[in-house]
C-alpha cells in the first residue's frame, strides 16, 4: 500500500498530469538573484560550496530538506527536489522506456562489462524523462538492488543479481557506474543502493529481527554493498525495513560506521530511509514513544532523507523540529544531514550552467533508441542459461529452423512486467520471436490454458463476459455468442488462477465489487487483483476466492461481486473445460519436429515483493502440462521463465534440454530465439544455487548462513543445479593452472591463469571461475569462495590465456577476537573450472599473513565475538537503541571462546548483564564443553529492564593453561554483554 502511494505519483509524473512540482524550476540557476553566491562558483571545492549554501539557510529551510519530496526555496535559488526513480532493469512507472532482463538476468550475464552498459542506457533514459517532465522525474535513482540471493523464497529474488558477494559487487558496481557516469564532477544520475542491510524475507519484514553474527555481517552481507559503495559511483544506501540484531536499520549506527567509511568521501553519501519505513518506528517495531526521538535517532544514525507520508512532509518536519526543541537533536546534526542531501544535488549539476554539466544536454530523444533496443535484445541473449542439453549424446537444442517447431505453454505468449518494471514501447513475445525466425507455416503453437466456462449451480446459467473492448460487469445474462461466456485459465501457483476473457482478450478483474473483463494484465501491490483460487465444494461444484479481498464470489441481482465471507455464502459454480489446453498443446506437438514448452512463473503472483514463496514447485496444471509434452515429444526443450530457481518434478529427468530465462523484457521473444536456434550459444550462468526442493532450505528468517548451510560457500546438500552452473552448444577445454610459486604478501596480488580452448564446432562463450579455499584458519571457513571470474567469447578450435588477479586483502576475514579485518597465513586450494561442482584445474597458493594470537579476555569482551554458541537458543539483540550487540541467552544456553591464554591465572569474571525479567538467572564459566569443570558462577537478579546493565564479578578457581576453550552458559534467561577476566 505504501509503495503504491509513491508508485502513483511517478506514474502521474510521467503522464505529465501530477507532480510536475508547478512549475517550480529544479535547476536552481534560474533564479539569478543568487548568481553571485559563492555557492554558485564551480571552482571552489565541493564541500566548501556546500558549506556556504548550508550557512545561508534557516532552521526551518534546512528541516524542509531532510523529506523526500523537498520544496523550492527561492531566495537561495533552490528548486524543487524529489529523491527516488526507481530504475532497477529500465525506468520504471513512467510511461514507456526501454525494458532490459530483471536484475537476476543481469547477473546470470556474468558480464560487468555488459550491465554497464545497460546501466548507462538506464541513465540516460531517466535523464530523458527528466528533461521531458521539466525536472518532475528526479535523477536520485532508487537502484541498483544488491541484496544477497540467499534464499530462492524470498519474494524479490528477481531484485537482485546474486547470493555471492563477488559477481553482485561486480554487476551493482558496473550498474551504478553506467547510472552514474564517467565524469569526475558531476552525476548523470545519482544511485542509491538498496537495501541495507539483512534483508531477505517479505513476510512479516518490518519487524523480523535479522541474527547476524559480526563475522558473517562483514564478510558477507556487508560484501554486497561494499564495492559499489567504494566505487564512489553510488551516492548511498536505502536503509532496509527489517531489524539487525534487535535494531531497526533505519536507525542502525551502520549508515555512518560501515557505509560512509566505504565511500571515498562520506561526505557526499546521502542515505535514504525505505517508503514508509520511519513511521514503523513508533508503529510496527515499538521502537520509541514519539516521532520526534525517532526522526532524531535517525538522523544520529547517518540517515539523510526520510520517505514517509508520500509528499506530505508535515509529520517529518514537525517530528524534527520538535527534536531540535526538546534537544533530541542538535543544529550541527541537522546541518551535517543536509549536507549530505545537498552534496547530491550539487553533483548533478543542479548550481552550475548547463554548458558545465555533461548531462544536462540529454532530452527525451534517447528514451526507446535503437541502440538500447538492441542492447536490451544483447543482454535477454546473455542471460539465458543453458541448464540441460541432451539426447543420446546429441543434443535437443539448437533447433535447426528448417523443421516444424510445435511453441507451446502459458509464457509463449506473453511478456510480463515486473513490479519495477518498466513499460515496454512494444513486447516480442516467444511465440513471435519463432514465427519470424522459421515462418509461419512451419510453427505450430497452443497457450496451454483450459478454455473454460463457469456454470451458475443454481440458475443453471453461464457466467458471460462484458462484450466492449474495454470490457464490462460479469453476470449470468443471456446471450447466445460462446466467446462471452469462455475464459482462459492459467494457473500460476497452487491457489492462484488468472481469468482472461475471450470477448476481449482481458482479465478479469474487480471494480469496486463486482467482476469486470476490464484488465490488460494482472498488476498491483500485495496480492494482486486478477487471481482467483477455485475451492472445492462437493461433487464438480467450485466456489470462486477472490485472491486479493480474500472472500468468496456471489451473485447478486444477476452480476457477480465479492464479499461474500465464507464458502455457505458464495456462489458455487461448475467449470466446465470446453478446450483442455494439455490436449490442444499435445496437439500442436505431435504435429512438430521439436517442440519448446514454455513454463514458469508471473513475476506479480505467487512471489513477490510482500509475499514469500512457500515452495519451489511450478504451478500443478502448469507441472501437468510440462511433464504430458515431455513424455509425448522426446525432443523437447522445456524454457523456464521465472525470477528465482524451480523445481519441475520427473520432468527434469526426462526432458531433452532445458533453457532458463528471467522475466527477460521488450526483447524476450527475439533473444530467445536466438538461443534456441542457435544464432547465439548460450553463455549465461546461474547466480545463485537451485536446490533440489524446499526441503534443502532452512527458515527463511534464519540469516546465518554458515550454521544453516545456505549457499554454495557452505551449503553440502547436492542441489538441482550449482552456483555458477550453465552449458554451451560447444565445449571447453581447460590446460594447467599456473600459479605463483612464492606467497603472496601484503599489498601485492596473484596473477593466476589458465590456457581455455573451445574444443567446439561453433562460436560460443565460456566462463571461468576461480575459487579458493582456506587450509588452516583459526576459525572455521567457507568451503569454496569465489575469487574471480571472466566471460570469454571463442570461435571454434580458438584458445585464450584468462588471467585472474586476486589481490593480497581479499582473502581477509572479520576476526572477532580483535574486531578487525585479518589475512592469515596458510595455504589455498585453488580451483577453476565452468561451475562451482565443475572443475577444470585445480593448485596451490600460498598466502602470507599473520597468526591470530589467542585471546585473554583480560578487556571486555563482547559475547557476540564468542567464537560459537547454541545458535537457535540464543538471540542477538542491541545493547541501547543507538548502538551496540548482547546475546539474549535462555536456559542452558551457551557462547565459547576458543583459545583462550588463561596463563595469567585470572582469579575472577565480570559479566556485563541485564535481565528485566523477575527472580534469579545463574552464568557458570566452563572450561572445555558446557558441561565441563565450573571455574565459576554467579547468580543474578532483575536489573528492571533490557537496557539496563550491571556488572556482575565472581571468583574463578583453576582458571590455568594456555590454548583454552571458555564456555559461558546461562541457567536462565540473561542478556549478555561482556565478559572480562581478571
Not at 547510472?179 to 552525476?187: F, I, P, T, V
Not at 545463485?688 to 527458515?699: A, G, N
Amino acid at each position: 500500500m505504501v509503495d503504491t502511494t509513491r508508485r502513483d505519483v511517478l506514474l502521474g509524473l510521467g503522464a505529465g498530469t501530477g507532480l510536475v512540482l508547478a512549475g517550480d524550476a529544479v535547476r536552481a540557476q534560474s533564479d539569478e538573484s543568487t548568481s553571485d553566491e559563492p555557492y554558485r562558483d564551480a571552482d571552489r571545492p565541493m564541500d566548501d560550496r556546500v558549506a556556504k549554501l548550508v550557512g545561508r539557510l534557516t532552521t526551518e529551510e534546512k528541516i524542509s530538506l531532510l523529506h523526500q519530496y523537498q520544496p523550492p526555496i527561492r531566495r537561495v535559488g533552490l528548486g524543487a527536489f524529489r529523491t527516488g526513480t526507481e530504475a532497477l532493469h529500465g525506468v520504471s512507472w513512467l510511461e514507456e522506456a526501454t525494458v532490459f532482463p530483471q536484475a537476476i538476468g543481469l547477473g546470470s550475464t556474468w558480464d560487468p562489462d555488459l550491465v554497464e552498459r545497460v546501466g548507462s542506457a538506464v541513465g540516460d533514459e531517466v535523464r530523458g524523462k527528466h528533461d521531458a517532465t521539466h525536472g518532475g522525474v528526479g535523477l536520485n535513482v532508487w537502484s541498483p538492488t544488491v541484496d544477497p540471493l540467499r534464499d530462492p523464497r524470498w519474494g524479490r529474488n528477481e531484485e537482485g543479481y546474486s547470493e555471492d558477494p563477488l559477481l553482485s559487487g561486480e554487476a551493482g558496481t558496473a550498474y551504478v557506474r553506467g547510472l552514474a557516469g564517467q565524469d569526475s564532477e558531476y552525476l548523470k544520475t545519482a544511485p542509491t543502493l538498496k537495501h541495507f542491510i539483512g534483508y531477505n524475507n517479505e513476510t512479516e519484514r518490518t519487524t523480523t529481527n535479522a541474527e547476524i553474527p559480526p563475522r558473517l555481517l562483514r564478510d558477507y552481507y556487508a560484501e554486497f554493498f561494499r564495492r559499489p559503495m567504494e566505487s564512489g559511483d553510488a551516492v548511498g544506501v536505502m536503509a532496509s525495513y527489517n531489524l539487525v540484531n534487535g535494531r531497526p536499520m533505519t536507525v542502525s549506527p551502520m549508515l555512518d560506521e560501515m557505509v560512509r567509511e566505504w565511500a571515498p568521501d562520506g561526505s557526499k553519501v546521502m542515505n535514504v530511509s525505505d517508503a514508509w519505513a520511519p513511521v514503523n518506528l513508533t508503529g510496527a517495531q515499538e521502537y520509541f514513544e514519539s516521532d520526534a526521538v525517532a526522526r532524531a535517532a535517525a538522523v544520529k544514525a547517518g540517515l539523510d532523507s526520510f520517505t514517509e507520508y508520500g509528499s506530505d512532509s508535515s509529520t517529518t518536519t514537525d517530528a524534527l523540529a520538535t527534536a531540535l526543541e526538546e534537544g533530541h537533536l542538535d543544529e550541527a546534526e541537522l546541518d551535517e544531514a543536509v549536507g549530505h542531501v545537498l552534496s547530491v544535488r550539487f553533483r548533478l549539476g543542479e548550481f552550475d550552467p548547463d554548458s558545465e554539466v555533461p548531462y544536462a544536454d540529454i532530452t527525451d530523444d534517447v528514451i526507446g533508441r535503437p541502440e538500447h533496443r538492441e542492447l536490451a535484445r544483447e543482454a535477454a541473449r546473455k542471460q539465458a542459461v543453458l541448464l540441460k542439453n541432451d539426447d543420446d549424446g546429441d543434443g535437443v537444442l539448437p533447433l535447426s529452423s528448417d523443421e516444424t517447431v510445435a511453441v507451446v505453454g502459458p509464457l509463449s505468449e506473453s511478456v510480463f512486467e515486473d513490479w519495477y518494471s518498466g513499460t515496454p514501447p512494444y513486447r516480442i513475445t516467444v511465440q513471435e520471436g519463432v514465427r519470424d525466425r522459421i515462418g509461419a507455416e512451419n510453427l505450430r503453437s497452443a497457450k496451454g490454458a483450459d478454455t473454460i466456462a463457469l456454470r451458475h449451480a443454481e440458475s443453471d446459467r453461464y457466467v458471460t463476459a462484458g462484450v466492449s473492448a474495454g470490457g464490462g460487469g460479469l453476470g449470468l445474462n443471456e446471450n447466445e455468442a460462446p466467446s462471452v461466456q469462455l475464459f482462459d485459465a492459467v494457473q500460476w501457483d497452487e491457489r492462484s488462477w488468472t481469468l482472461l476473457a475471450s470477448a476481449n482478450q482481458r482479465y478479469v478483474t474487480v471494480d469496486g465489487d463486482g467482476l469486470v473483463n476490464a484488465a490488460e494484465a494482472p498488476a498491483g501491490w500485495e496480492t494482486v487483483a486478477e487471481t482467483f483460487e477455485f475451492v472445492d465444494v462437493g461433487g464438480d461444484a467450485v466456489a470462486l476466492r477472490h485472491r486479493q479481498s480474500d472472500t468468496f464470489v456471489a451473485v447478486e441481482e444477476g452480476s457477480l461481486v465479492t464479499g461474500a465471507e465464507s464458502e455457505s455464502d458464495a456462489a458455487t459454480f461448475v467449470r466446465e473445460v470446453r478446450e483442455s489446453g494439455i490436449d490442444a498443446a499435445i496437439e500442436a506437438v505431435s504435429e512438430a519436429d521439436a517442440a519448446v514448452v514454455t513454463v514458469g512463473t508471473h513475476p506479480l503472483i505467487g512471489g513477490r515483493e510482500t509475499k514469500d514463496r512457500e515452495d519451489l514447485g511450478l504451478a500443478p496444471r502448469q507441472q501437468e502440462l510440462l511433464e504430458r509434452v515431455v513424455d509425448e515429444h522426446p525432443r523437447t526443450a522445456v524454457l523456464l521463465q521465472t525470477s528465482y530457481p524451480v523445481t519441475m518434478g520427473g520432468a527434469q529427468a526426462d526432458a531433452g534440454a532445458v533453457l532458463w530465462s528471467s522475466h527477460a523484457g521488450q526483447e524476450t521473444g527475439r533473444a530467445l530465439s536466438d538461443v534456441l536456434f542457435g544464432s547465439t550459444a548460450p553463455g549465461g550462468r546461474l547466480p545463485q544455487t537451485w536446490p533440489k526442493s524446499v526441503e534443502q532450505l532452512p527458515d527463511i528468517t534464519n540469516y546465518n548462513i554458515a550454521e544453516t548451510g545456505a549457499t554454495y560457500r557452505y551449503g553440502d546438500d547436492d542441489p538441482l543445479y550449482a552456483f555458477g552452473h550453465g552449458l554451451s552448444y560447444s565445449t571447453f577445454e581447460y590446460g594447467d593452472l599456473q600459479i605463483p610459486n612464492s606467497a603472496l604478501t601484503s599489498g601485492d596480488a596473484a596473477t593466476i591463469s589458465v590456457e581455455v580452448t573451445n574444443a567446439g564446432s561453433r562460436a560460443a562463450d565460456e566462463v571461468a571461475q576461480l575459487y579458493t579455499c582456506q587450509q588452516r584458519s583459526r576459525t572455521d571457513q567457507p568451503r569454496r569462495v569465489l575469487r574471480g571470474f571472466e566471460r570469454v567469447r571463442l570461435d571454434a578450435g580458438e584458445s585464450t590465456t584468462v588471467e585472474f588477479e586476486v589481490d593480497h586483502d581479499e582473502f581477509a576475514f572479520w576476526d572477532v577476537t580483535r574486531n578487525e579485518r585479518v589475512v592469515e597465513r596458510s595455504r589455498h586450494r585453488v580451483f577453476v573450472g565452468s561451475a562451482s561442482d565443475d572443475i577444470r584445474a585445480r593448485g596451490t597458493l600460498r598466502v602470507d599473513g599473520e597468526e591470530i594470537p589467542p585471546r585473554t579476555l583480560s578487556e571486555p569482551t563482547r559475547a557476540v565475538d564468542a567464537d560459537d554458541w547454541t545458535w537457535s537458543e540464543i538471540d542477538l539483540l542491541d545493547r541501547s537503541k543507538s548502538e551496540g550487540t548482547v546475546v539474549g541467552m535462555t536456559a542452558d544456553s551457551w557462547v565459547s571462546f576458543a583459545d583462550v591464554d588463561l596463563r595469567e591465572k585470572p582469579t575472577e569474571a565480570t559479566v556485563s548483564f541485564a535481565r528485566p525479567e523477575s527472580g534469579t538467572a545463574t552464568v557458570e564459566l566452563r572450561r572445555g564443553s558446557p558441561s565441563g569443570t565450573v571455574l565459576g558462577r554467579t547468580d543474578v537478579e532483575s536489573t528492571g529492564g533490557e537496557y539496563a546493565y550491571e556488572d556482575a564479578t565472581f571468583s574463578l578457581e583453576k582458571a590455568t593453561g594456555k590454548n583454552r576453550e571458555l564456555y559461558l552458559v546461562a541457567r536462565g534467561a540473561v542478556r549478555v554483554h561482556t565478559l572480562r577476566l581478571g
